[in-house]
């Protein structure tokens, strides 16, 4: 019998021992510690891109629709073209967006003519793009219309070029 609890107890502690232990599988690759992988950031939501956006002033932008601020105008005339009315609508669209800002409008004319004459004309001018802003919803607390006639060209010159130039009002902010 003392063959028979040797054998129990050899089986016994085999069992035991079998139960304790995890086989290894050779199927399986060895497991590495890894340094966690670098992920982007999160995109931002379109809140945050929107606030950022809102924050520079479209005045700033050089290819920006504002950065034109000029109306021209044909020669011994005061009516807006047709062709400027994009000049005058992105304006009055930001003045009506951002009521705390104001501007001048500067009416201009070129070299010919008497002086009281081209002031008068570059007034009309001014007023012409003013009454434009104000139909598109512009308050006049935004607006001032002022003339500076010859006095202030743009190009220098005695041709057409120069002359087109100078016929014009500026919306100064």
Not at 38 to 53: F, I, L, S
Not at 143 to 150: L, P, R, W, Y
Request: charged fraction near 25%.
């Amino acid at each position: 019998m003392s063959n028979f609890k040797s054998l129990a107890f050899i089986a016994a502690a085999a069992a035991l021992l079998s139960a304790c232990s995890t086989p290894v599988k050779l199927a399986e690759t060895p497991v590495v510690e890894r340094a966690p992988e670098k992920t982007a950031p999160p995109a931002p939501d379109a809140r945050e891109v929107n606030t950022v956006v809102a924050a520079i002033d479209p005045l700033n932008d050089p290819k920006g629709v504002l950065a034109n601020r000029s109306v021209y105008f044909d020669f011994d005339k005061y009516v807006v073209r047709e062709s400027e009315t994009p000049v005058v609508q992105n304006h009055s669209a930001y003045l009506v967006k951002t009521p705390a800002r104001k501007v001048i409008i500067q009416g201009n004319t070129d070299d010919r003519g008497g002086a009281e004459y081209n002031l008068a004309l570059g007034q009309k001018r001014a007023e012409a793009v003013r009454k434009s802003m104000a139909a598109m919803g512009v308050s006049d607390s935004q607006m001032e219309a002022v003339s500076f006639g010859k006095e202030k060209p743009k190009a220098q010159g005695n041709n057409e070029a120069a002359w087109a130039e100078n016929r014009r009002a500026d919306i100064a902010y």
